[in-house]
């Protein structure tokens, strides 16, 4: 069993930056690939970013890469993503979420993750 508590999000105008941050219950936190994902309203929940349980491999949606960093400390139970050059675009729910895997895939379907955590809103003003 893994809980996943988000922080960091809030208001931000366009250009400005961001750092999330999820912390992690559990001492099997190195056993998960991570992944942030986000929702706007209307919209389906979308992969952002997914770092291994070694971090690394990385991936990054093509809508934030060279802007958003996923980073993971296992010692700390901690992953976070570093939001920079932010858009209006950006403006979501952004959840956290762990899947358990043997391997260093990163899966890039919400429906791989096992575990979720409650959101954090992340609004980008104009």
């Known amino acids: 069993q893994v809980q996943l508590v988000e922080s960091g999000g809030g208001l931000v105008q366009a250009g400005g930056s961001l750092r999330l941050a999820c912390a992690a219950s559990?001492?099997?936190?190195?056993?998960?690939?991570m992944g942030w994902f986000r929702q706007a309203p209307g919209k389906e929940r979308e992969f952002v970013a997914g770092?291994?349980?070694?971090?690394?491999?990385?991936y990054y949606a093509d809508s934030v890469k060279g802007r958003f960093t996923i980073s993971r400390d296992n010692a700390k139970n901690t992953v976070s993503l570093q939001m920079n050059s932010l858009k209006p675009e950006d403006t979501a729910i952004y959840y956290c979420?762990?899947?358990?895997?043997?391997?260093?895939?990163?899966?890039?379907?919400?429906?791989?993750?096992?575990?979720w955590g409650q959101g954090t809103q992340v609004t980008v003003s104009s």
């Open positions: 979420a762990a899947n358990w895997v043997a391997t260093m895939t990163v899966p890039f379907s919400a429906q791989k993750y096992d575990y």
């Open positions: 559990g001492r099997t936190f190195s056993s998960y690939a």
């Open positions: 770092i291994s349980r070694s971090g690394g491999p990385i």
